[in-house]
């Protein structure tokens, strides 16, 4: 199986910070926007910033492939909004979100340029860690739900003896 | 013959005034909210996503109730939005062999790693009118079990062990994209499945059935189906790597089809793919008969004359909203067109009297 995960490059070719970094925006562009929203309030003294490029709602060609294995086939389109901004610490910030928030992007945008800096550890805590907890408990609701409609397959005894 | 009129203007106003008007109803019942449409009609908002090519459930639940439940017309706004958005890029092809799966169903093999997961689905309910939903009522609580963690095989990896089936051709290329270009004739298989997946769910379920029927013949199983989300991940070039930048719920259908084999391949199964945004199950299951169907030409099988086996006939018909733009605009003002088709009519009948005139005189 072709594992192709950055830019051409395998995963593996991505430096810590890189993978870590990917992780966190992945993290936010998929967040719920209010749980976000309601996490930045807990900052306190947040930096000045200027747009590098300001919230802009766009269109993602989501491409599947044939057979689920195959050549790859244009399925459809996605919104997404992403933003660019610099804070007045110096450090740049990407914003992705899924959707057409651009406050939620904004706030991504944010989160991105002050994990780069010294309050990383305070961000991972205060935002990042209770998004990842509320993902992860979503997904395990569903599976769990799912697991509960799994068929237990048995056979009917038949026949004379 | 086009001739510009003038003169509607004011009837047109006040025709929308009373669209809108009609669209709220009775305003002694609560106003339907776009949450509500997105949460309790999630499977029209499937449907818009789908045929309207663009996932975004909130956009698409506010199409529904702009149209008034109107799908094909909710398709419509919804690509209408869609030609406004700017393209920021185009995503990894999606892995949905790491799909987390709501719901999966293999109809040829009853014991599959992973099992079978019937997920919320209509299969095996009564179809009766359920009367306690015209009461507000207790939702009961879904059942729960130990979640599964590591992801879910795909059923023909199975058959693909044994050489049973078909392998895909693996490829990197840049698919064709009809947004992009015209549709153009030939088209190859990643343009057909562009094409069937907007396609109207009516057209294509009809096209597979009439597969079904004898109408170039074939009869498929359903390999596997699979309902849930996947991550969407793009390159980000300022950064060098690429990011996921949302997850999207999908359908996916593969169906096998025995083949008897030709010169150059021996008998095995070949393959039928759908897949579609959203739980559209009947969609990625008709998808996937009319995808095999079409392909019968590349495998070498009997092309009959059916028109499930006609590329043109089938791409040039599935789109609903091609279709329903043409069909719809004979009911727009043909004024010129219709007079000077009379004035036709009038002569020919003319002619045709003054003939049998003489030939009674004579």
């Excluded at chain 1, 209770?130 to 005894?157: G, H, I, N, W, Y």
Aim: proline share 5%; hydrophobic share 40%; glycine share 8%.
């Amino acid at each position: 199986m072709r594992k192709v995960a950055a830019m051409g490059k395998p995963e593996t070719a991505l430096s810590p910070d890189q993978k870590a970094r990917k992780a966190w925006m992945g993290l936010l562009a998929k967040s719920d926007a209010a749980l976000l929203a309601e996490r930045m309030v807990e900052m306190a003294d947040l930096p000045g910033f200027e747009w590098l490029r300001r919230p802009e709602v766009g269109g993602v060609m989501v491409r599947g492939r044939m057979g689920g294995t195959g050549a790859p086939f244009n399925l459809g389109e996605m919104t997404v909004t992403r933003c660019s901004l610099r804070l007045a610490t110096g450090e740049v910030g990407h914003g992705y979100a899924q959707g057409r928030d651009k406050r939620q992007a904004e706030q991504a945008a944010l989160v991105d340029a002050l994990m780069q800096g010294a309050r990383a550890e305070a961000v991972r805590e205060a935002v990042l860690a209770p998004l990842e907890a509320a993902q992860v408990a979503a997904r395990s609701a569903r599976a769990a739900k799912a697991a509960a409609t799994k068929v237990d397959f048995f056979t009917m005894v038949r026949g004379e003896d | 013959m086009y001739v510009a009129v003038k003169g509607g203007e004011r009837a047109i106003d006040n025709a929308h005034a009373w669209l809108a008007e009609e669209r709220r109803g009775d305003v002694t019942v609560a106003e339907l909210t776009v949450p509500q449409i997105r949460e309790q009609l999630a499977l029209a908002v499937n449907r818009v996503m789908t045929e309207g090519s663009l996932y975004d459930p909130d956009l698409a639940a506010l199409a529904i109730k702009q149209s008034r439940g109107d799908l094909i017309e909710a398709i419509f706004l919804i690509r209408a939005y869609r030609t406004t958005l700017p393209r920021i890029g185009h995503s990894h092809p999606v892995e949905t062999d790491k799909m987390a799966c709501d719901r999966r169903v293999s109809a040829t093999f009853k014991d599959v790693p992973g099992g079978q997961v019937l997920g919320p689905t209509f299969d095996y309910t009564h179809r009766l009118l359920d009367f306690k939903l015209m009461a507000e009522g207790e939702v009961p609580e879904a059942v729960e079990a130990e979640p599964r963690i590591e992801p879910t095989p795909h059923v023909t990896s199975f058959l693909n062990k044994e050489g049973l089936i078909q392998t895909e051709a693996e490829g990197e290329d840049t698919p064709p994209d009809l947004t992009r270009e015209p549709l153009e004739l030939p088209a190859n298989r990643a343009l057909r499945l562009q094409a069937l997946t907007r396609g109207d769910e009516g057209f294509i379920l009809s096209m597979a059935y009439s597969t079904q029927r004898g109408y170039g013949n074939s009869h498929a199983f359903v390999g596997e189906l699979r309902i849930g989300k996947v991550a969407v991940e793009i390159d980000i070039p300022e950064l060098g790597f690429a990011i996921e930048v949302g997850e999207v719920e999908l359908t996916e259908c593969e169906t096998v089809n025995k083949f008897a084999g030709s010169k150059v391949e021996p008998p095995q199964f070949t393959r039928g793919y759908g897949l579609t945004f959203g739980q559209t199950e009947r969609k990625a299951i008709s998808m996937a008969l009319v995808d095999r169907s079409l392909r019968s030409k590349e495998l070498g099988v009997e092309v009959s004359n059916s028109p499930a086996h006609d590329e043109e006939f089938v791409l040039y018909h599935c789109d609903n909203i091609q279709a329903t733009g043409f069909l719809e605009h004979i009911k727009l003002p043909h004024y010129v067109d219709f007079q000077s088709e009379m004035e036709l009519v009038r002569k020919m009948r003319a002619e045709i009297a003054s003939a049998s005139a003489k030939e009674a005189a004579e």
